[in-house]
């Protein structure tokens, strides 16, 4: 009786092993994602009949997910990349802001020295023209006007004339400021 139960036993066992690969084979054919499945299950899975289909999808579906990642990284690497093109393009276009406002400055002060120098030859000319005007003037007359005149523009009148009108006029000048005159026009 005792092998009669344990052959009982064995069958019904069997037949609860058999029923449960069978519901779980149903339950993974229809609802499961093969790829979410123990790899050594999935191989086996892949060698019955009906889940063979099933094993392709999932090694498709393993693929796709792999060459997607592939893609997000280069997507990455891609977006990387232009945000230091734009870095880049931000950077040059600060440099060449600095580079037109320095152009700017160097115009202005191109415009400044012109003015200047346009000022310091007409300047030039009017002194050369006053100079004129004491070499034919009285020595003595022209000391008594450079008497009320600075030192700088005596010396520029003086430096435009002629030697020997500039020693009439420093002789009939006073001995101390002909003295002062004559020392800043050498220098010492």
Same mark, same amino acid.
């Given at each position: #009786?005792?092998? @009669?139960?344990?052959?009982?036993?064995?069958?019904?066992?069997?037949?609860?092993?058999v029923m449960a690969v069978i519901v779980m084979g149903l339950v993974l054919y229809f609802n499961?994602? @093969?790829?979410?499945?123990?790899?050594?299950?999935?191989?086996?899975?892949?060698?019955?009949?009906?889940?063979?289909?099933?094993?392709?999808q999932a090694q498709q579906i393993d693929e796709l997910q792999r060459q997607q990642q592939l893609i997000e990284e280069e997507k990455n690497k891609i977006k990387e990349e232009w945000d230091n093109i734009e870095k880049?393009?931000?950077?040059?276009?600060?440099?060449?802001?600095?580079?037109?406002?320095?152009?700017?400055?160097?115009? =202005?002060?191109? =415009?400044?020295?012109?003015?200047t120098q346009t000022k310091v030859e007409t300047n030039l000319k009017n002194i050369k023209d006053i100079?004129?005007?004491?070499?034919?003037?009285?020595?003595?007359?022209?000391?008594?006007?450079?008497?009320? #005149?600075?030192?700088?523009?005596i010396i520029q009148i003086f430096q435009n #004339?002629?030697?020997? =009108?500039?020693?009439?006029?420093?002789?009939?000048?006073?001995?101390k400021r002909a003295a002062t005159i004559t020392k800043k026009m050498s220098g010492i």
């Open positions: #009786m005792d092998f @009669l139960n344990n052959k009982n036993l064995v069958i019904a066992l069997s037949l609860f092993i499961a994602d @093969l790829s979410k499945v123990n790899p050594f299950m999935a191989k086996i899975f892949s060698i019955i009949p009906g889940f063979s289909h099933k094993a392709q880049k393009n931000q950077e040059l276009k600060i440099k060449e802001q600095e580079l037109n406002n320095r152009e700017q400055e160097l115009k =202005s002060k191109e =415009s400044e020295l012109m003015a100079s004129q005007y004491y070499e034919n003037m009285d020595p003595g007359n022209a000391a008594k006007i450079f008497a009320a #005149m600075d030192d700088e523009l #004339m002629k030697k020997e =009108s500039v020693s009439q006029i420093l002789s009939a000048m006073d001995p």
